[in-house]
């Protein structure tokens, strides 16, 4: 089945550093890659996705990337803020599902003011 | 509305008890989920709905049993429950894909945090 491991499990920077989380996924049919950021106490919320027939993808100060030869993603957040401060979920569909997601094991990320 | 809602949001059971997890969404999508998450753990996949049909249950114990009444409401019957079961119990809910394996958003209620005495 679907594998998916996530590094670090902690980060801590600078404000207005930039921050970046990786994961790599197991099974080559996965083709769904969403980012959730869950602050304590709250529920997951994606801030983020991407499928696999893209190789990057960018909102204001998040980015993904995408290199399915290599089955890895990675989540960057460039100018970081306090706010930023949670824990980040990357995910992967499982192959041939309806939708169904493996989470990494989550990276908790520090923003120092 | 891009909300699902679950109740309670909060809730404290005895091993003996016997009590129910409630998920509501009126975003018309067509696939459900619940998944448990423990402290300073991901949310694990426990049983998919898809259509108001169970499709996927992993290997989730007996004393946990869902029930899809139709097709914006997910409930999670408890018996018999262990400590070892407390944790927060998310609720899910996402379009079907358009393609066979295509992957789509989920959209998470608030949770329900269970502890079990």
């Known amino acids: 089945g679907e594998n998916v491991e996530q590094h670090p499990s902690t980060l801590s920077v600078q404000e207005g550093d930039s921050a970046v989380i990786k994961c790599t996924y197991s099974d080559s049919a996965s083709n769904y890659f969403p980012w959730y950021k869950q602050e304590l106490g709250k529920r997951p919320q994606l801030i983020i996705d991407?499928?696999?027939?893209?190789g990057e993808k960018k909102d204001q100060r998040i980015a993904v990337t995408l290199n399915k030869t290599a089955k890895h993603f990675s989540l960057h957040i460039t100018e970081t803020q306090p706010e930023d401060s949670a824990v980040y979920f990357c995910a992967a569909s499982i192959g041939g599902s309806q939708g169904n997601l493996i989470f990494g094991k989550g990276t908790k990320l520090s923003v120092k003011p | 509305d891009t909300e699902v809602t679950q109740t309670p949001k909060h809730l404290v059971m005895g091993m003996t008890n016997k009590k129910s997890l409630k998920c509501e969404q009126h975003m018309g999508h067509r696939a459900m989920y619940w998944y448990k998450q423990k402290a300073k753990k991901p949310p694990e996949l426990m049983f998919v709905?898809?259509?108001?049909?169970?499709?996927i249950n992993e290997s989730v114990p007996s004393r946990f049993s869902p029930e899809c009444p139709n097709s914006s409401l997910l409930n999670l019957h408890l018996h018999a429950l262990q400590p070892e079961d407390s944790a927060l119990y998310l609720c899910?809910?996402?379009?079907?894909?358009?393609?066979?394996?295509?992957?789509?958003?989920?959209?998470f209620g608030q949770g329900t945090r269970l502890t079990v005495v």
């Open positions: 899910a809910s996402s379009q079907r894909p358009r393609a066979e394996g295509e992957g789509t958003e989920a959209f």
């Open positions: 991407i499928r696999s027939n893209v």
């Open positions: 709905y898809s259509y108001e049909k169970l499709s």
